[in-house]
């Protein structure tokens, strides 16, 4: 059965329930209080008509005989004295008996002409309905039914209109995701309300958007997985078979290009594999107290002679105080200097590389700023991901593997920072680095 008709069964389920009971109290109620209007009337009628026979009279004697007839059934009433005592007995009453409170209280008033209760008038069983009366009853109860058929109506119709407005989005969803399964991710469901289903179709669309962006990132990193690849092999396997085949001598020269080729493919391996034990969180890290002024000040002593090589100024401007972090130094190591090979390899002679760190709300903040050419601003979003090159047509020689900021975001991210460039042509690339700290006692 389709969650359509289930939801229109359960609404008319509950409609036809809910009318009902309304129905059904209404025409009791109705019944009820008709019978009590009916009954309070006739108790004022009889009132009347007992003060007149007792001022007529002077006595009860003889009352009985105005209101039943010999062989006919007792009295539907009794009458009391002022204290509940049956004077004259009615149906199941005899006299002398006192009345119960309740009865007494139901009962009406019977005073003389000079306003003194001389006794009360108390209904033993309710009054027969004249035939206005059942006609009456019987047309409320006749309206009561109609109403209840046409709430009915009302409630399927409105079941139905619903249950189409809950489904509908569902359907649509159904629809969506069978689409992906055969990788088409062109499907989007519209958003028409801001409940829990819009917002359940408004998550599909976020989700069908990442798996687009990741389904077209896994393309992309594929071919460049074997982009990357085939061009050491291609060297690799073109001096060996020339080798091989006598076209080039076996010189040091020659094996030496296929050496550096080795050693290019392996680091290459090397860095997928970091990449990946990084995504699967499997990244093996060993974490430590270290302060980070003097770690920076280590890994500025570790570049200087590679940058005076190339005439670049490596600069260092420490925080103003001890900054204290949980690093694993040999994995936050590996990502600056991914930073610093690439900032040396793009910042021209002459040029200055700053590095300065700072306390920031919450942590700590290290900033690497390059005096090279820079990109621009959308440019430097990207640069973080996976094999992407501001020049396309630049060789590796140049641009290394197009992993290392990759690799340098995941280091980053698993010790609980972030890391973001901001940049633009002509003014160098600036690397923001972002790390908790903790407090030392």
């Not at 990788?183 to 409940?195: A, G, H, L």
Request: negative net charge; glycine residues 8%; proline residues 3%.
């Amino acid at each position: 059965m389709k969650l359509t008709t289930k939801l229109i069964l359960a609404f008319l389920f509950l409609g036809l329930s809910s009318v009902g009971l309304v129905a059904l109290v209404v025409r009791v109620s109705a019944n009820r209080e008709f019978d009590k209007f009916i009954g309070e009337k006739y108790q004022d009628e009889l009132s009347d008509q007992l003060e007149d026979y007792y001022q007529q009279y002077g006595t009860w004697e003889g009352v009985e005989n105005l209101y039943s007839h010999e062989g006919e059934r007792p009295l539907s009433f009794s009458i009391t004295d002022p204290n509940g005592v049956i004077l004259v007995p009615g149906f199941e009453h005899r006299a002398g008996d006192k009345v119960s409170p309740q009865e007494f209280l139901s009962g009406k008033k019977i005073e003389d002409k000079d306003d003194h209760a001389i006794g009360y008038v108390v209904l033993n069983t309710p009054p027969e309905r004249n035939p206005l009366e059942e006609e009456f009853i019987h047309r409320i109860n006749g309206y009561i039914f109609i109403s209840a058929a046409g709430a009915a109506l009302f409630a399927l119709a409105l079941g139905a209109l619903l249950s189409r407005a809950v489904t509908r989005p569902l359907v649509e969803l159904t629809k969506a995701t069978r689409a992906l399964g055969i990788d088409n991710f062109e499907q989007r469901v519209p958003v028409r309300s801001k409940d829990e289903i819009g917002e359940l179709a408004a998550a599909f669309n976020k989700m069908n958007e990442d798996l687009a962006r990741s389904f077209n990132l896994r393309k992309q990193m594929t071919a460049d997985i074997a982009h990357e690849l085939r061009a050491p092999l291609s060297l690799i396997m073109g001096h060996a078979e020339g080798v091989h085949d006598g076209v080039l001598q076996p010189t040091r020269e020659n094996f030496e290009i296929i050496r550096e080729e080795a050693e290019r493919l392996e680091k290459l391996v090397n860095d997928l594999r970091t990449l990946s034990l990084a995504d699967a969180g499997k990244l093996s890290v060993e974490f430590q107290r270290v302060e980070m002024n003097e770690f920076i000040r280590d890994m500025q002593k570790r570049y200087a002679a590679t940058y005076d090589n190339k005439q670049v100024e490596l600069a260092f401007t420490s925080a103003l105080k001890a900054l204290y972090a949980n690093i694993d130094t040999s994995r936050l190591g590996q990502a600056l200097n991914n930073i610093l090979d690439n900032a040396l390899r793009y910042t021209p002679q002459g040029g200055r590389v700053c590095m300065a760190l700072s306390e920031s709300k919450g942590g700590m903040e290290l900033n690497i700023q390059d005096s090279g050419a820079g990109v621009d601003a959308e440019e430097a979003k990207r640069l973080f991901d996976r094999f992407y090159r501001v020049d396309e047509a630049r060789n590796r020689d140049d641009g290394g593997s197009g992993l290392g900021l990759a690799i340098t975001k995941s280091i980053i991210e698993m010790h609980g920072g972030n890391i973001l460039a901001e940049s633009q042509k002509g003014q160098g690339l600036k690397i923001i680095i972002r790390l908790p700290t903790i407090e030392m006692n």
